[in-house]
């Protein structure tokens, strides 16, 4: 294990090999904000590549093409926005995007096709309604998720709410904080299930109670992306009234090692867990605050759950693909309730009263599929530009196949694709995961593909799905998924989950559910 | 296939286990494991000199593969002599457009089309130069190519093991990912490596012969590639490495699809 000081590099080492290193330290990523007018003056054409990454810091992404509009990525903390921000991210989208807006697994809101001229006015109207966007992408701390039934939910442990808003007051946008190794994940929730997916994230604080006072187990060093991991328990409890504390100090030794600056690779604290476990960051912690916290380890969880369907003090309301219109957001702003968005790309309005018919009105009915609401897809085409294929559309096109096949019956299954690697749609973990690839077909001409991910799961303890068949061209896909859904929906027990029905089944047998044959896989 | 001995999971963690080794060790895993279904990508410039030089030594017959475009510089095809003195096993492609359709594109907007507008530059390099090289992989199980973490700074995390789903899955390796440039110029030097002699004459980065033309010093980069275009798509302005998969999707994007 790399862990001794002899093996620690030199800031030099980190700043030659590693190319955003040396962009961050020539200029703050943070203070291109003002150079925008001058950007502007001088037009698209001449912002060089290292401002156009510099821009990261501020949420902005390039659309695809490259050729002159972004995505822009706004942080809501908790996935909370009043309706007086929801308003104006949807006017936002109608005067300067087009219209439209994507809900986000982090519980962000993005809209795209914004013009670089536009910027200043978007960032005043974000600014005006108490948004930021201030570290959505870059080396930064990312939006800090939660439980969208935080305060309103009954059985929840306490409100951890205040916890997320001073962790996020705190590092948004803090200098310091947005100069960490590479993006940095955090979860932070009281609720009774994982519905935040705090293991897969690089910090989950979760509620737990020690003799009765409210405080947080943490686990440390999950993600998804190319390799994934789950995370492991710190193995310590906090007070609610530290967490920030043990937080910022995770973070600090985090920053601090520039083992993991040389590489951009490396450059994620799952690393760091694998080279001195959960241990060794808790000495770590512990040495640096200079006091040692009770020992303590997070219970089981059940299934992530997905808050649909009206509900006392709320209303779970499934938004298919994620996908919002400005109109809608500025419709639902009107309704003049709290909005909270959800890790599976969805919204909860806070309300006492049952507004089905409002929601339908505005077109997101409430009683569509539970499959469609946990169904979750990347952003990906046309969009994205490390997508290889269709993901929001073929993920619409599978679900309204398994609706039409298996009504409700379907309903629990989590379906997740994914148009590359990276994993925003969170493939690893789905019931089924799905990640777009290419096959070349008997012509030699390029198809779209899928490799099918099975036996991914969020409940604690969460697993990582394994592509059991691989390459599987888009035309044949859906057979694929009906022999696999009819295999569990036919063979299952009562109440069995598609995890569960999948563990307890060969290989052999999913595949000639399946109807295909399975990869070779690791095991050669 | 054999490549389906190698998914996600298990190129990740190998990328992450060849962070800090030479670019020797990953080309001796890679020709081990795939080799004869392996080849290197080369436009022979710097890095491709240095990688042939390295796999060369390690097996002289892994195919080491190039596009002609048919639009090269004359010193690079005196660069490919000089390969072919210097290495007299040299399993070396060369791979060409497709006759009929790159006919096809000169009859129809002439042979210098790529002067009168982005979409016909485009064009241009996706008859001949991306479809070649997709062509070309469409036969193999694993690549090889010479792309770096400091060409492109939007490109810092290359991973030396990559699945690429661009090409059919196949397994990319990038060696080099984390040398310089300097580190790769020094190796060409030290080992007395054949390198374009265009280099000597002021270009920064070797392509196309009518697309390419030297810098001065202090210079913006940009100037040597496509210097007449406006409204081009970002990182395709500098160092539009074919390897990299971005110009593919911009083609798409712009041009439609490859097929």
Redesign the interface.
């Known amino acids: 294990m790399a862990s001794t000081a002899r093996d620690a590099p030199t800031l030099d080492l980190v700043l ?5 290193e040396r ?1 961050k330290r020539e200029k703050s990523p943070l203070g291109i904000l003002d150079e925008l007018p001058a950007l502007i003056a001088g037009g698209y ?1 001449q ?1 060089p ?2 401002d ?2 510099r821009l990261k810091w501020w949420g902005l992404y ?1 659309d ?5 509009t972004f995505m822009l990525r706004i942080k809501l903390a908790g996935g909370i926005v009043t309706p007086a921000q929801l308003r104006a991210i949807g006017e936002i989208s109608n005067v300067h995007g087009r219209g439209e807006g994507e809900l986000t697994t982090r519980q962000n809101v993005q809209l795209h096709y914004l013009e670089l001229g536009a910027l200043p006015d978007v960032f005043e109207r974000l600014e005006a309604a108490s948004l930021t966007s201030a570290g959505a992408c870059g080396d930064t701390v990312r939006n800090i998720t939660g439980c969208p039934l935080a305060g309103l939910a009954h059985d929840e442990l306490f409100d951890p709410t205040p916890v997320i808003e001073e962790a996020a007051a705190f590092l948004y946008g803090h200098p310091t904080y947005s100069d960490l190794p590479r993006k940095h994940k955090i979860s932070i929730t009281a609720c009774t299930d994982s519905c935040a997916a705090p293991e897969i994230n690089c910090i989950g604080l979760v509620g737990a109670l020690r003799n009765g006072e409210e405080g947080f187990g943490v686990l440390v060093g999950g993600g998804l992306s ?3 991991r789950i995370a492991r328990d710190l193995g310590i409890w906090v007070p609610k009234d530290e967490a920030v504390t043990v937080l910022v100090a995770i973070l600090d030794e985090w920053r601090e090692d520039l083992r993991y600056r ?5 450059a994620r604290l799952k ?1 760091m867990i694998d080279d001195i476990g959960p241990e060794g960051l808790r000495a770590r912690i512990e040495a640096r605050l200079g006091r040692c916290f009770p020992d303590f380890t997070l219970p089981p969880a059940p299934p992530p759950g997905n808050h649909l369907g009206v509900h006392d003090g709320y209303v779970g309301v499934p938004v298919h693909l994620g996908l919002v219109t400005g109109d809608q957001m500025i419709a639902l702003a009107d309704l003049g309730h709290e909005v909270r968005l959800t890790r599976q790309q969805n919204l909860v309005v806070v309300t006492g009263d049952d507004i089905s018919a409002e929601l339908e009105r505005i077109g997101l009915p409430v009683d569509a599929s539970a499959l469609r609401g946990d169904a979750i897809a990347c952003t990906g085409e ?1 969009h994205c ?1 490390f997508s ?1 294929t269709e993901t929001k559309t073929r993920m619409d096109s599978l679900v309204r196949l398994l609706e039409d096949r298996f009504g409700r019956e379907a309903d629990g299954l989590r379906l997740h694709l994914d148009g ?2 990276h994993a925003c749609a969170q493939h690893w973990v789905g019931d089924l995961g799905f ?6 077909d008997e012509e ?3 198809r779209q ?1 899928y ?1 099918i991910f099975v036996r991914g799961s969020l409940d604690r303890p969460a697993a ?1 799905g ?2 059991l068949f ?2 599987v061209p888009t035309e044949e896909l859906d057979e694929a998924v009906v022999g696999l859904v009819q295999g569990w929906v036919g063979g299952r027990a009562a109440g069995e989950t598609f995890r569960s029905f999948c563990d307890r089944s060969s290989d052999d047998e999913l595949a000639q559910l399946a109807g295909r044959e399975i ?4 095991a ?1 | 296939m054999s490549v389906e001995l190698l998914d996600d999971l298990e190129a990740g963690e190998l990328s992450v286990e060849f962070e800090g080794e030479e670019p020797e060790a990953v080309l001796e895993w890679a020709i081990e494991r795939f080799a004869p279904r392996i080849s290197i990508s080369t436009a022979f410039q710097y890095d491709g000199a240095v990688l042939l030089h390295m796999a060369y030594a390690i097996d002289p017959s892994v195919e080491v593969f190039s596009v002609d475009t048919g639009r090269l510089p004359q010193e690079t095809y005196d660069l490919i002599e000089a390969m072919r003195e210097r290495y007299p096993e040299l399993n070396l492609q060369l791979v060409s457009p497709d006759a009929a359709t790159t006919s096809a594109m000169v009859g129809k907007h002439g042979p210098n089309l790529f002067y009168r507008s982005v979409e016909n530059r485009l064009l241009c390099c996706q008859v001949r130069k991306v479809l070649p090289l997709t062509r070309h992989l469409a036969g193999l199980d694993a690549w090889i190519t010479g792309l770096r973490r400091d060409q492109w700074a939007t490109r810092s995390d290359i991973r030396k093991v990559e699945i690429d789903h661009d090409h059919g899955a196949i397994v990319k390796l990038n060696p080099l990912a984390e040398w310089t440039e300097e580190e790769t110029r020094d190796y060409v030097r030290q080992h007395d490596l054949p390198y374009n002699a265009l280099y000597d004459k002021g270009f920064t980065s070797i392509g196309c012969a009518p697309c390419t033309r030297p810098t001065q010093a202090g210079e913006d980069l940009r100037a040597g590639r496509w210097w007449w275009e406006t409204n081009a798509p970002k990182e395709c302005g500098i160092h539009c490495a074919i390897e990299t998969g971005g110009l593919e999707h911009e083609l798409r994007a712009l041009v439609g699809d490859d097929d």
Do not use: M, W, Y
Not at chain 1, 519 to 522: A, E, K, M, Q, T
């Open positions: 030659k090999r590693n190319s955003v962009l054409e912002v590549e290292e156009i990454v390039h695809k093409p490259k050729i002159g190319s390799v994934p040389v590489s951009r690779v490396k690393f046309p530009n290889v590359c690697p990640q777009g690839t290419t096959v070349r030699g001409r390029r593909a490799d990582i394994r592509p691989r390459r990869s070779v896989g690791r050669a």
